[in-house]
C-alpha cells in the first residue's frame, strides 16, 4: 500500500512571503545548503557559498521595495530551484541571476568567478530581463512565449526565470499598483502559460493565483468567500466520499492515495467566465485525487468510481491513453454525488502525478527510466528527447550539459522599438523586417539599426535583437534584396515595385520609339489625337495608350507595326521576313513569347518580355550574358563578352539583367574553326570526338591551307551549353596535329 496522506490542513489561499529581517540571510542561505544536503548529498557546495557571498557583495547596499535586504530575493529564488530539486549550477545561477542586471559585474567578471556554465545561464536569464514585454498585445502573447522559449539555449535558464518571477509575485503586494498590474499581467499572459507547457503544474497554479488576486480583485475576493463559505460543507463532504472511495478501494486490492481537496479560485474563474455563470451555481468546487501504483489501477479504479456515482456524460477524459501536449497524463471524470451534488475526480499514477506537479523539472530528480508516451505537439518534441536522452544518460552533469536547445530552429523572434514582436522566419534579414511592418517601411528602407548599432541589410536576424529601420521617402527597392530576402511577402512587394519601375521604362521607351518613327515616316503624332491613340491600343487589347507604349518598349510590336495602324495611309505595315539580319531568335522561326518554365533565358523580375539570343556572339547556356531592350524586338541577350555589348551599352537605362533559365533539352548552333596539320585521318578523328560527345554536325567544310601547310576545318555543330562546348574544344586539341581550335562568331 502507498502512504496515505493526512488530511491536509487547510492551505493558506495565498502564500505570501513577509520581507526577511536584515540579520537572517545568512540564516536562510544555510537552510538552503541543508535542504540540498537532503537530495544531494554527496554534491560539493563550495561553489554555491561562493556565489553567495559574491552576490551578498554586490548586492550589500541595496534593497527591495519591501524594505528587506536585496541579497534575500536571490537566496528566496535559489530556495525555490532547491524545492524543484534543481541541480547546483541551477542555484548558483539563481544567486546570481540579478548582479549582472541590477550591479556592477559583468558576464565575463561571472565566467572567470564561476566558469562557462554558470556565465552562460547567468547571461541567458540577464537576457531575458532585459526584455520588456509590457507593450506586447493580448494577441501577441504566443510570440512572446515562444520568443522567450528560443532565447533559452540552456533550460535551466527557464527555470531560474520562473523561480525569479514566482519570489517576485510572492512579494508583489510591496510594489506600485501600476507595476502590480504589469508584472500580474505579463505572469498570467506569459509565465504561467509556459510553466504549463513545461508540465509544471504546481508552479503554474499559483502563479495565475497571485496574478489573479492582483488583476481582478473584486473576482477574487469573491470567490475566495464562496470557497470559505463552503469550506466546512465542502470539507465534511469530501471526508465522507474519501471514506467511501477508501472502503471501495481496498475491497478490490487497488493500492491507493486520496487527496480530496478545493478548486483553486483561477480555475474556478476560468469555470465561470466559460460557461457564463455565478459563483452561486459552481457545484464542483470540490475534487477528489486518487495516486495508485499502475495504469491499469488507474481503470480499475475509475470503474469503482463509475460503479458507485453516475458519471456525468461528455466529462470523462483520458489522458493516459491520449497524454497532453506537456506530458500531463491522468484520468478525468466528473460524478453525481449521493446528495445531487457534482464532483470532479482525477486518477493517475505517482510518476503521472509527479510529471503533473514538476513537469520538466520532474526529471532531474528521478533518474529512473521512463516510457514517454507519444506527444502529438510537434513543438514539445524537445522534452520527449530529454527524457529519451535522460534515459540513455547515466551521470547527471553529463544529462546537464545536453541542456543546452534550440526548441524553434525555424523561426526568429525580433521586436520593434515599440515592443511588438515580429516573427520571421530563421535568417531573416532587416528588409524582412521592414516589409513585416509595412510594404511602404520596406520599400523606402535604407538601412537598419540592430540593438542600437547600424547593420548591413543582409545581415541575417537573431532572437531578441530590436529592429530600428531607416527609410528615406522616394527611395525605390533594388532588385540585389531578391538575393537575400527569406519572406514571400518581401520578395513579391520588391519584385513588384520592380516589374513596375521597368514598365516606366518601358513606357518611355515605347514612346520615344514610337515618335522616332513616326519623324522617320512624316507621320505627325501631335495631330493625332489621344482618343485616335487610344482606339489603337484597344485594337491591340490595352484600354490606356500607355499599355500600347510598355508593349511596344517591351517589344512585344514594332513601331512601324503601330503607325500603319494610326496612319495606314502613309505607313504601310512591314513586309515579313525583313527582320534585321543580326538578331537570331532562340528557338527555331520568329521571336516567340517565352513559355512558363521552358524558357531558355530568364529575365530577372519580368516575366512578360520577348527575349532572343543575339547573332552576333550568339550566346550558348552557361556564358556570362547581358540583356538589351532594343527597339520593337524585345531583349537581345548578348554575351558579356560580345564586342557589340559594349557599343550598345552606352544607353544604360536600356540595360537589363538575364540569366539562364534552368537548362533544357535545347541545342546552340555553334560555329568552329579547327587548324591542323595536313594529314590523312585528321577528320575522321575530329568526327569520331563529336560523335563521343554526341553532338550534332549541321555542316563541315575542310580547306587546305596553302599559305601556312596546314588544313583549315570548319565547322557548325550543335551544342547543350558553354560546359559541353569547352569539353569538345579541349579534346580536339588533345588530338595531335591539332594546332588551334577557335570558335567563330558570325
Ligand atoms: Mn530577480
Redesign the pocket.
Known amino acids: 500500500m502507498l502512504p496515505e496522506s493526512a488530511s491536509a490542513p487547510d492551505p493558506p489561499l495565498l502564500p505570501v512571503s513577509p520581507p526577511v529581517p536584515p540579520d537572517t540571510v545568512g540564516k536562510l542561505y544555510s537552510e538552503l545548503e541543508d535542504k540540498i544536503r537532503e537530495y544531494r548529498p554527496k554534491d560539493d557546495l563550495a561553489p554555491l557559498r561562493k556565489a553567495f557571498e559574491f552576490a551578498r557583495r554586490y548586492h550589500q547596499d541595496q534593497t527591495r521595495d519591501s524594505g528587506e535586504p536585496y541579497m534575500a ?2 537566496v528566496m ?1 535559489a530556495h525555490i530551484l532547491a524545492d524543484m530539486r534543481m541541480d547546483v549550477v541551477a542555484m548558483e545561477t539563481g544567486l546570481l ?2 548582479v549582472v542586471e541590477d550591479t556592477s559585474v559583468t558576464v565575463d567578471q561571472v565566467r572567470k568567478e564561476f566558469g562557462d556554465e554558470v556565465a552562460r545561464c547567468v547571461d541567458g536569464v540577464t537576457k531575458l530581463a532585459k526584455l520588456d514585454f509590457s507593450s506586447a498585445e493580448e494577441r501577441q502573447a504566443e510570440s512572446v512565449r515562444k520568443m522567450l522559449l528560443a532565447m533559452v539555449e540552456d533550460i535551466r535558464v527557464i527555470m531560474v526565470k520562473l523561480a ?1 518571477r514566482l519570489h ?1 509575485m510572492r512579494t508583489l503586494g510591496y510594489l506600485s499598483p501600476e507595476r502590480r498590474e504589469r508584472i500580474a499581467r505579463e505572469t498570467i499572459e506569459i509565465y504561467a502559460p509556459i510553466a504549463h507547457r513545461l508540465g509544471m503544474g504546481k508552479v503554474r497554479n499559483e502563479l495565475e493565483d497571485l496574478a489573479f488576486q492582483h488583476l481582478e480583485p473584486d473576482a477574487y475576493k469573491e470567490i475566495v468567500a464562496a470557497i470559505e463559505n463552503r469550506r466546512h460543507s465542502n470539507q465534511e463532504f469530501l471526508g465522507e466520499i474519501r471514506q467511501t472511495v477508501e472502503a471501495e478501494l481496498r475491497r478490490e486490492g487497488i493500492p491507493a492515495r486520496i487527496d480530496g481537496r478545493v478548486k483553486r479560485p483561477y480555475s474556478v474563474f476560468q469555470k465561470l467566465r466559460r460557461q457564463k455563470i455565478t459563483v452561486d451555481q459552481v457545484y464542483d468546487l470540490m475534487a477528489l485525487r486518487i495516486v495508485t501504483d499502475s495504469v491499469k489501477n488507474c481503470y480499475a479504479a475509475l470503474g469503482v468510481i463509475h460503479n458507485k456515482w453516475r458519471p456525468i456524460p461528455g466529462r470523462i477524459k483520458d489522458f493516459i491513453a491520449i497524454p497532453r501536449p506537456n506530458l500531463y497524463q491522468s484520468l478525468h471524470t466528473s460524478v453525481v454525488g449521493p446528495q445531487g451534488q457534482t464532483f470532479e475526480v482525477q486518477i493517475r499514477t505517482e510518476e503521472m502525478h509527479r510529471i503533473a506537479e514538476e513537469g520538466i523539472a520532474a526529471h532531474w530528480k528521478y533518474k529512473e527510466g521512463r516510457k514517454g508516451p507519444a506527444a502529438d505537439d510537434q513543438r514539445i518534441t524537445w522534452l520527449r528527447h530529454l527524457i529519451e536522452w535522460q534515459r540513455d544518460v547515466q551521470d547527471s552533469t553529463e544529462f546537464m550539459s545536453t541542456l543546452k536547445v534550440d526548441l524553434y530552429p525555424e523561426e526568429v523572434y525580433t521586436f520593434t522599438p515599440r515592443g511588438k514582436v515580429l516573427v520571421l522566419p530563421r535568417d531573416a534579414s532587416p528588409i524582412d523586417f521592414a516589409y513585416a511592418i509595412h510594404s511602404d517601411v520596406g520599400a523606402t528602407c535604407t538601412g537598419a539599426k540592430v540593438n542600437g548599432r547600424i547593420v548591413p541589410l543582409r545581415s541575417a536576424l537573431k532572437n531578441g535583437d530590436v529592429v530600428e529601420i531607416v527609410t528615406q521617402s522616394g527611395h525605390v527597392p533594388s532588385k540585389d534584396w531578391l538575393g537575400f530576402v527569406k519572406t514571400a511577402r518581401a520578395r513579391n512587394k520588391i519584385k513588384h515595385v520592380i516589374n513596375a519601375s521597368e514598365r516606366i521604362k518601358a513606357i518611355d521607351i515605347g514612346e520615344k520609339y514610337l515618335e522616332k518613327e513616326a519623324r522617320r515616316f512624316g507621320v505627325q503624332l501631335g495631330k493625332i489625337g489621344k482618343g485616335e491613340l487610344e482606339k489603337t491600343a484597344a485594337a491591340y487589347g490595352y484600354s490606356k495608350a500607355e499599355d500600347l507604349y510598355a508593349a511596344l518598349g517591351y517589344g512585344r510590336y514594332s513601331a512601324r507595326q503601330i503607325l500603319s495602324k494610326i496612319a495606314p495611309e502613309i505607313v504601310a505595315e512591314e513586309a515579313p521576313g525583313s527582320k534585321p539580319v543580326l538578331e537570331v531568335p532562340v528557338q527555331s522561326g520568329a521571336p516567340g513569347r517565352q513559355h512558363d518554365g521552358d524558357a531558355v533565358v530568364k529575365v530577372r523580375g519580368i516575366d512578360d518580355l520577348l527575349v532572343y539570343r543575339a547573332g552576333c556572339c550568339n550566346p550558348i547556356h552557361g556564358e556570362a550574358i547581358v540583356g538589351y531592350v532594343t527597339r520593337g524586338k524585345g531583349v537581345a541577350v548578348h554575351s558579356k563578352t560580345c564586342p557589340n555589348v559594349q557599343n550598345l551599352m552606352y544607353d544604360a537605362e536600356r540595360k537589363i539583367e538575364v540569366e539562364w533559365a534552368r537548362a533544357g533539352d535545347d541545342s546552340f548552333p555553334v560555329r568552329i574553326a579547327v587548324h591542323t596539320d595536313d594529314r590523312p585521318g585528321m577528320l575522321n578523328q575530329l568526327t569520331s570526338v563529336l560523335f563521343d560527345e554526341s553532338a550534332n554536325i549541321r555542316s563541315l567544310e575542310a580547306k587546305t591551307n596553302l599559305d601556312h601547310e596546314g588544313a583549315l576545318v570548319e565547322m557548325t555543330v550543335d551544342v547543350r551549353d558553354k560546359k559541353q562546348l569547352e569539353k569538345l574544344v579541349s579534346a580536339m586539341r588533345r588530338i595531335s596535329g591539332v594546332r588551334d581550335v577557335e570558335r567563330l562568331l558570325h
Do not use: G, K, R, S
Open positions: 530575493h536571490p529564488v541571476h540579478d525569479d517576485n
